[in-house]
């Protein structure tokens, strides 16, 4: 029977209508070729800054706090020989991932390792000029700041405990609170130094040195059992509140 289109067959509607492929190996999937939407980069980095910087904030305000942790480290590594020494070493700068961070930690210990001068105002009369937004930040505490703003920083399990504990009205030790969070930053590095290790590992097969990938996962795995080690301590830690 005829239409109304004529001998025609009807046009495709414009929203049916095949999208231009681009020229591709003729070994290549077309979804392959489509890009993975990624976070921006700058999210995540605000975002591990202002951790980084409230634990600073923590200790400045508590120096002491700095050899309570390095004691929880001490323990949890009695409590786990069989792990790595070093992923359970003392409490350093190689814990942040940020460089003005590492620079202002350092700066930190070498306040602590003396006794002219305040804690604090050691860290402002030795920092460089070019690190005082990021000394700033932590003097602030931006997060801390931040805090009733859920959508503004995302700080884990052990904020929102935070948060009820403070509606209740409890007296909380600050130090704990820089304890926990050292053992949740250095879980961080652990699995920074993982995913590290994995491509070590990946070189390795690809090379033929399954001798070397082999000891790569000796390490990984007791990378990943001592962050789950450090997890379980900071869960401890907040506990005491």
Partial sequence: PRTDFGDEPPPLPASDE????????????VRQAQPTPKRPPQQTANADTRLEAHLLHGLLNHPNAY???????????????????SALAPFSPDDFSR?????????????LEQDDMEV???????????LYPALEMVMEDRMQAKLEDPAAVARGDLDRVMAKIQRAGV????????IAQAMR????????????????????????????????????DKLAQAAHALELAAHQ?????
């Fill in 18 to 29: 095949a999208a231009p492929q681009p020229d591709l190996p003729p070994d290549m999937d």
């Fill in 67 to 85: 050899y309570r942790v390095n004691g929880k480290l001490r323990e949890v590594a009695t409590d786990n020989d069989h792990l790595l020494k």
């Fill in 99 to 111: 460089t003005e961070m590492r620079v202002l930690m350092s700066t930190f210990i070498d306040a």
């Fill in 120 to 130: 604090v105002a050691y860290m402002v009369g030795h920092t460089d000029e070019s």
């Fill in 171 to 178: 007296i909380i030790d600050p130090q704990v609170d820089v």
């Fill in 185 to 220: 930053l250095r879980g961080k590095r652990l699995m920074r130094e993982r995913e590290e290790l994995r491509l070590v590992q990946k070189n390795a097969y690809q090379d033929g040195d399954p001798q070397q990938a082999d000891a790569c996962a000796s390490q990984i």
């Fill in 237 to 241: 830690v907040a506990r005491l509140y």
